[in-house]
């Protein structure tokens, strides 16, 4: 695990890449040192194919002169690695054009020194990875499957950050992410978890979710492409949530990639059944932390509350273009959510379904792409399980569909909310994002061709 020593040398790197830099020429610098302890086990066949352990230092850097702008992310092994990036870049920012979002690093008057701790479940996660394994492996083979896959990966690591500010902050952080793909004949089934604490029961109930639903969807039948009434799972919500919520970054809203960018704040965005909040404090989530990359302090932003927008996220660059304060979300350039959450509704799982006449399903998607980013013209790919519902009652697995539609209708359509919230994150939903099932009216969709 990480020593005392080694919280003293991640720092000591940050201050002295923030340093060199001033000492090439810089106006203004700042440097993010992230040393991490990493172990990944990935599932093929039923069984452990692949198990790492890394050591990772990975450094990124915000240079700017003559308001010219850059960013620079590297992995290094040692310290002179890092130095020699900082020397050999000088003479390429000044090929860059000025940035109209230049404002210098801000201020920040009290330096945290040190934040957090490692918990005691992500500790016990990294020493003892093999239990993890064997306890998704026999969770699964409890079932009659055909076979699963899958990734868990384990992480606790140090960041330190330094400004010519004059920040210095170090920041420690433990967390765990999960997720399990079960097959049975021509089913499927995915599911995820997530967060800085790691309980087996989360780990065993993603597993049993995932081999239920691929046993439940194992016969298939094709289904005509239609307007439907869609139950969307934790899943697919996050997915889109991921989309939504960087659309509130009031960097992309100002360059018109944003389905807010013709919106002002107090706008009706969405479903009054719909608040969506990034909360960077949450002790549970994947990806709290207390200082933004700029050294402003994080705080909990509601983006949408009962489908009113309440907020633009903004870094230092952006609230001076708006003329207002930093909402803790930077992003050096983009400002960005931290962890996403859905506010809960009131119904289980089987309610939901029992409100749907006419409708489907769907537990998983992928190759969700934009056509247009102002209208929020979308079309996202089912996978894994997809169930018809008729009357009120799943009746049965069906083939995939696309969803084709746009994200301001679904938000808009958005009737009810589960009860339970699952905290997701995985490749189609890097931003961790906490969410229950989702009932949204007459949605979109058409025929995914192979």
Do not use: C
């Not at 960087?246 to 100002?254: E, L, T």
């Not at 944003?258 to 989530?285: C, M, R, W, Y």
């Not at 209208?375 to 995939?400: C, H, P, W, Y």
């Amino acid at each position: 695990m990480i020593s005392k020593l080694d919280e003293s040398k991640v720092l000591n790197l940050a201050k002295k890449v923030v340093s060199e830099a001033l000492k090439q020429g810089y106006d203004d610098t700042a440097a993010i040192v992230n040393y991490k302890n990493k172990v990944m086990v990935k599932f093929a066949n039923s069984q452990p194919s692949i198990m790492q352990n890394w050591n990772i230092i990975g450094i990124s850097v915000y240079l700017a002169k003559d308001k010219r702008i850059a960013t620079l992310n590297f992995e290094v092994s040692n310290e002179d690695e890092a130095l020699k990036y900082i020397r050999n870049y000088i003479s390429e920012i000044k090929l860059s054009e000025p940035s109209e979002y230049y404002a210098p690093l801000p201020q920040i008057e009290t330096k945290i020194k040190r934040i957090g701790e490692f918990h005691e479940s992500i500790v016990k996660a990294l020493e003892n990875t093999e239990d993890f394994s064997e306890e998704i492996l026999n969770t699964a083979l409890t079932y009659d499957i055909d076979k699963l896959a899958g990734v868990f990966t384990v992480a606790a690591g140090l960041k330190a950050l330094a400004t010519s500010a004059n920040v210095e902050t170090l920041e420690t952080y433990g967390n765990y992410e999960f997720y399990v793909r079960v097959f049975k004949g021509e089913g499927s089934g995915q599911w995820a978890s997530a967060g800085r604490i790691l309980r087996r029961e989360d780990i065993v109930e993603a597993t049993k979710i995932a081999a239920e639903y691929a046993i439940e969807s194992s016969r298939r039948e094709n289904v005509a492409a239609d307007v439907y009434d869609v139950i969307l799972s934790p899943m697919i919500v996050a997915n889109l949530m991921n989309v939504v919520g960087s659309m509130a970054s009031a960097f992309r809203v100002d360059l018109g990639l944003s389905i807010f960018s013709n919106n002002q704040i107090g706008d009706l965005v969405a479903s009054e059944k719909l608040t969506l909040i990034d909360d960077p404090h949450n002790p549970e989530s994947y990806s709290m932390t207390l200082i933004d990359a700029e050294g402003v302090p994080t705080r909990r932003n509601t983006i949408v509350e009962k489908g009113v927008l309440k907020t633009f996220l903004h870094n230092s660059k952006t609230a001076r273009k708006y003329g207002v304060e930093s909402t803790g979300n930077a992003g050096w350039i983009n400002p960005h959510p931290w962890s996403l959450e859905v506010e809960a509704g009131g119904l289980s799982l089987d309610e939901l379904v029992s409100e749907v006449k006419k409708g489907i399903l769907v537990t998983n998607n992928w190759y969700t792409r934009l056509q247009n980013y102002v209208e929020g013209l979308f079309s996202t790919v089912t996978r894994d399980a997809l169930f018809l519902i008729e009357n009120g009652k799943i009746v049965k697995a069906v083939t995939k569909l696309r969803i084709a539609d746009k994200l301001p209708r679904i938000l808009r359509n958005i009737e009810y909310l589960g009860e339970r919230r699952y905290q997701i994150r995985w490749w189609e939903a890097e931003i961790p994002t906490i969410t229950p099932y989702m009932l949204i009216r007459k949605v979109h969709t058409s025929k995914h061709l192979l």
